[in-house]
């Protein structure tokens, strides 16, 4: 992982986060309750908005990102702990988590079926999981446009993939999808799902 991406991640993604992902976040994440497990915490941008949540556990592969995200996890309302690690592997015992949150991360999983399958076994029998995620688009020419820039664009932005089909990787899941709302033109996705194992 590379220097690059950490450092402009926050500033990139500032107009974006000023104006309706804000929004999002903060609907998404008062649905977080009791103990939470945040895929992929970043930078911290989810931690001024656990409110209901009695601990979050987070894990960031990436050092430079959970260098960024200290003063979010000192600040937080809630007692946040973040640990090395990434999504096919959690360090965590099964049936630990009431909730699992998982925002614009999928994207950059290496293999997200059996990060689904991990997210699936710490995750309590009924527990909540909360995605807010991109995806690829139905539109044909933006599909295809999202297939020609990935490559590139992996490599830019910390293996990032443009055209993941995430909700369908969700659906073929131990997870059943409550509700699934789109953004952005169907750019962006948010979903609300049940562990069903």
């Not at 293996?159 to 059943?176: A, F, M, P, Y």
Request: hydrophobic residues 40%; positive net charge; glycine residues 6%.
């Amino acid at each position: 992982m590379g220097k690059l991406f950490p450092t402009f991640y926050d500033l990139a993604m500032k107009p974006l986060e000023q104006g309706k992902f804000k929004a999002i976040r903060k609907e998404l994440l008062e649905q977080a309750t009791g103990r939470v497990l945040e895929i992929g915490s970043g930078t911290g941008v989810n931690f001024p908005y656990y409110k209901k949540a009695s601990k979050v556990d987070a894990i960031e592969p990436n050092q430079l990102m959970r260098d960024r995200s200290r003063s979010r996890e000192l600040n937080a309302n809630v007692p946040i702990q973040i640990y090395t690690a990434g999504a096919e592997k959690l360090p965590f015992a099964d049936n630990t988590y009431d909730s699992v949150v998982s925002t614009l991360v999928f994207c950059t999983i290496p293999d997200p079926v059996e990060a689904l399958k991990e997210i699936a076994r710490v995750c309590k029998p009924g527990g909540t999981v909360l995605f807010f995620e991109h995806v690829k688009m139905e539109n044909a020419i933006l599909a295809k446009t999202q297939d020609i820039l990935t490559p590139l664009w992996k490599r830019i932005c910390d293996g990032c993939h443009l055209n993941r089909e995430t909700v369908n990787v969700i659906e073929q899941s131990e997870l059943s999808i409550n509700d699934l709302k789109y953004y952005y033109k169907g750019l962006f996705f948010v979903v609300k799902a049940k562990n069903n194992k």
